[in-house]
């Protein structure tokens, strides 16, 4: 497939937000936008880059009434030496793929839209921010576009991705955030979709995180459906403890997502020689080991922030109070070193980073 560029006219450009300390997460995107087709016949055709624009769908269409899509996150980096970096965006891709294969959607070609993607940032490279911690958020998405009311999979879809500039995830910034664990509703459960990035998993987050915004706390740290007993995730990051001398966090079942980041960290741990293990970790046996004195940190990761330390976790009526309240040794080093690989200042032993203009 050739990829074909169409450039937004001169007189049509969007105005670049010139200060970077406003930007925030998700409010701004640039000129263009690339996209692809699917059919039965032709497969996935005609990858392009476009003027950003509307979409037009049915009202029919199967994503508005069956929530059959998906998404990915990633982001683009103003490197130290000028140049454009990416950071594992070809493992989001294999994730987004493992979304399709659970949501049934077909698989995309994960060079094509790899191309797709370098073209996007390099042609508004301009939207790109030079302040360190700030970058270029990529967001590729498959939509199911039949105009169709019936249960099925859609024979036809719409895969696109947009790119935006922006700052810190939270308001923040780097520093450590209260957390609320959910015991009355759940996420995900193993067998179904929790595994995929599909936004229904994030719809059905939306009761806990306004119950958690509402008491005064960050992000909700969801419970296993079943038991209601072992910590998955939180909202938008896997979640990681410093227990007693060793990182433990929740094992890949199927119901919390594969984090590029998650796995980004636990690489780095087992290569600092840090004991880190992957198992299953009850609410309980951690507010008894807060009690102990044992919980040294906690804190999240995710593509968005990196790593968000914890201060504080609230559990029906107990809370458990992280060290003094301010980022760990382990959370500090993480965070500064996958910063420092994602804009080229750290050497790379894994081959994380890549150049692409």
């Not at 594969?258 to 970790?281: A, C, F």
């Amino acid at each position: 497939m050739t990829l074909s560029i169409t450039k937004v006219a001169d007189d049509a450009r969007k105005p670049i937000p010139q200060d970077d300390s406003q930007l925030g997460f998700g409010k701004h995107f640039t000129d263009h936008m690339f996209l692809v087709d699917y059919n039965p016949t032709d497969g996935w055709h005609n990858p392009r880059i476009e003027p950003y624009h509307e979409l037009r769908l049915s009202p029919a269409a199967m994503v508005l009434h069956y929530a059959q899509e998906v998404f990915e996150g990633m982001k683009a980096y103003h490197g130290a030496d000028g140049r454009i970096r990416l950071f594992r965006h070809r493992e989001n891709l294999k994730r987004l793929n493992r979304s399709n294969d659970r949501m049934m959607i077909p698989a995309i070609d994960a060079d094509v839209w790899s191309e797709g993607i370098q073209e996007l940032v390099k042609l508004d490279q301009a939207w790109l921010p030079e302040t360190e911690g700030c970058s270029l958020y990529i967001r590729p998405t498959i939509i199911a576009t039949d105009p169709f009311l019936g249960v099925r999979p859609s024979d036809t879809y719409l895969g696109y991705v947009i790119v935006g500039p922006v700052g810190a995830y939270y308001p923040e910034g780097f520093n450590p955030v209260p957390i609320w664990v959910a015991d009355e509703y759940v996420r995900a459960v193993r067998g179904g979709v929790g595994e995929a990035k599909t936004g229904g998993n994030y719809a059905a987050s939306l009761k806990g995180q306004v119950a958690a915004k509402k008491a005064g706390y960050s992000q909700v740290l969801w419970l296993d459906a079943m038991e209601r007993k072992y910590v998955e995730e939180v909202g938008t990051m896997n979640i990681f403890f410093k227990i007693d001398g060793t990182v433990v966090t929740s094992p890949l079942t199927g119901s919390i997502l594969p984090g590029i980041t998650r796995d980004s960290v636990i690489q780095l741990l087992k290569h600092w020689d840090v004991p880190v293990q992957e198992r299953r970790l009850s609410i309980d046996e951690i507010f008894e080991a807060g009690r102990a004195g044992k919980v040294e940190e906690i804190f999240g990761s995710g593509t968005a922030a990196i790593i968000t330390p914890v201060k504080e976790v609230a559990y029906r009526d107990d809370k458990l109070l992280v060290g003094d309240g301010t980022t760990g040794p382990i959370a500090q080093r993480l965070y500064d070193t996958i910063l420092g690989i994602q804009y080229g200042r750290e050497d790379d032993p894994f081959g994380w980073g890549e150049v692409i203009g």
